[in-house]
C-alpha cells in the first residue's frame, strides 16, 4: 500500500511503498531463490509500470511484435531486432537481483504478475509478460538517458537479460555479462487487459 509520494529531494516522484522481494542465496555450487525482504520501493527505484510507444522503425531495429515461442520471447537473431510498437515496462516492483541463466530469466517473466486497480476501482492482473528483445532493452536504455526524459532510470545495473543473451547498459553500475538482471516487458495494445 503506498503512503505517500515524495514531492521534492532525491526521491521525488518515488513511491513509498513497502513490499517484498525474492533475492538469490548462493551456495558452493548452486543457488536458490526463496529468501524475501522487506524494503521500501523508493529505495529501489520506484513503483510505477511505464507504457512505451514507438511509431516507426529505424537503422536500429524494426517495429514488430516480436515472436513467441512456449510463452517465451523466440532468442532467435531476427527477432532480437524488433520492438514492439506497444509495451510496458514491469514496475521496480518487478525488477530481480541477477542471475547466471537466460532460461530462469524467461521462466521468471513468464510467471511474473503485476496488479493494480483501474479508474473504476477493478484490481486488474497483469499476467503476460516476457523477457524484452535486445532491441526493446537498447530502446529502454536510450530513453531513460535523455535529457527531460518522460520516465525514471529503470534499468540501473549494467547487464540485462534479453531473451538472446545479457545487454549491456554503458551508464549502469553493477551486474555482469554473466550475472544479468531480470525486468520484465509485456505487449500493451487497446483491446488488451487483465484479468
Known sequence: MATSTETTGSYAGKSDLAYYSWERSWGNSNYSIGTSSYRKAREGGNARMYHVRITASSGEYTLGVPRITDGKTDPGADNAELVSPSFMIASQLGAVTTTDNVEIAASHCEQYVEVYKDENGQ?????????????????????????????????????????????????????????????????????????
Open 123 to 195: 484490481t486488474v492482473h497483469l499476467r503476460d509478460w516476457r523477457l524484452p528483445t535486445r532491441a526493446e532493452l537498447e530502446i529502454i536504455i536510450n530513453f531513460q538517458y535523455k535529457e527531460n526524459a518522460a520516465m525514471d532510470e529503470v534499468l540501473a545495473g549494467q547487464w540485462y537479460w534479453s531473451a538472446s543473451g545479457p545487454v549491456k547498459n554503458a551508464q549502469g553500475s553493477d551486474g555482469s555479462e554473466d550475472n544479468a538482471y531480470i525486468r520484465c516487458i509485456r505487449d500493451a495494445y487497446t483491446n488488451q487487459t487483465g484479468d
